[in-house]
C-alpha cells in the first residue's frame, strides 16, 4: 500500500500549477481546507458521529473539532432546545 504522504505529495504536485494560479496568496490555506475536511469527515463516520470521540481519535480538543467542522461546512445545524413561549 503506498504511503499517503506519497499519494499526497503526486496529487499536489500534479495540481500545482493550477492551484498556484488560482490560489495564489491563500496556497496554504486552500490545500490544508481541502486535506482536512475529508479527514474531519472520515474521522467523524468512523466515530459514529460522536464528536467528543473523533476529537480523541484526532488528538484534538472537542471545542475545536467542532470549530473546526462548523469553518469547513461540516457541522450540522444545532436544533434550539428553547422552548415556544
Same mark, same amino acid.
Given at each position: 500500500?503506498?504511503?499517503?504522504?506519497?499519494?499526497?505529495?503526486?496529487?499536489?504536485?500534479?495540481?500545482?500549477?493550477?492551484?498556484?494560479?488560482? !490560489?495564489?496568496?491563500?496556497?496554504?490555506?486552500?490545500?490544508?481546507?481541502?486535506? !482536512?475536511?475529508?479527514?474531519?469527515?472520515?474521522? &467523524? %463516520?468512523?466515530?459514529?458521529?460522536?464528536? &467528543? !470521540?473523533? %476529537?480523541?481519535?484526532?488528538?484534538?480538543?472537542?471545542?475545536?473539532?467542532?470549530?473546526?467542522?462548523? &469553518?469547513?461546512? &461540516? %457541522? !450540522?445545524?444545532?436544533?434550539?432546545? %428553547?422552548?415556544?413561549?
Amino acid at each position: 500500500m503506498r504511503d499517503l504522504e506519497e499519494i499526497i505529495g503526486e496529487a499536489l504536485h500534479a495540481m500545482l500549477p493550477v492551484l498556484i494560479a488560482n !490560489e495564489r496568496g491563500r496556497l496554504h490555506r486552500t490545500v490544508i481546507a481541502r486535506l !482536512e475536511r475529508p479527514l474531519l469527515a472520515a474521522v &467523524l %463516520a468512523a466515530a459514529g458521529g460522536n464528536q &467528543l !470521540e473523533a %476529537a480523541r481519535i484526532l488528538g484534538i480538543n472537542r471545542n475545536t473539532l467542532r470549530k473546526r467542522l462548523r &469553518l469547513l461546512g &461540516l %457541522a !450540522e445545524p444545532r436544533l434550539s432546545t %428553547a422552548r415556544p413561549a
